[in-house]
């Protein structure tokens, strides 16, 4: 599965953003795909995921009631909105796929996802 990230940029906070995700190749293969995020000098850390089937999710803490994930499967895409957005939030914006777990729940470690996209920037001014 190969995969390519948009829609970072810069914007004030408070504001908003949607990032996607592309997905082509195998994605039938995928239980589900998420999204992570790494700030300078920070590890990658679990911002949300989604199932492909059915579109379970899960959030992390640190977003939860800020973020939405969805995905379009007659796209190939899966989208993060990001709203009321914070400095903190600044980071390189990375999605993944997941071939399977048990629950969405257990996807949250960077070592459960195999697929990488290459990265959106989500730079949040104060």
């Known amino acids: 599965v190969q995969l390519q990230a948009s829609g970072g940029g810069l914007v004030q906070a408070g504001g908003s953003l949607r990032l996607s995700c592309l997905a082509s190749?195998?994605?039938?293969?995928?239980?589900?795909m998420g999204w992570f995020r790494q700030a300078p000098e920070k590890v990658r850390e679990f911002v949300a995921a989604i199932t492909w089937k059915g579109g379970v999710d899960n959030y992390a803490g640190s977003v939860e009631g800020r973020a939405t994930i969805s995905r379009d499967t007659a796209k190939n895409t899966v989208y993060l909105q990001m709203n009321s957005l914070k400095p903190e939030d600044t980071a390189v914006y990375f999605c993944?796929?997941?071939?399977?777990?048990?629950?969405?729940?257990?996807?949250?470690?960077?070592?459960?996802?195999?697929?990488w996209g290459q990265g959106t920037l989500v730079t949040v001014s104060s």
């Open positions: 993944a796929t997941a071939s399977w777990s048990h629950t969405i729940v257990a996807l949250t470690s960077p070592s459960d996802f195999g697929s």
């Open positions: 190749g195998r994605t039938f293969s995928s239980y589900a």
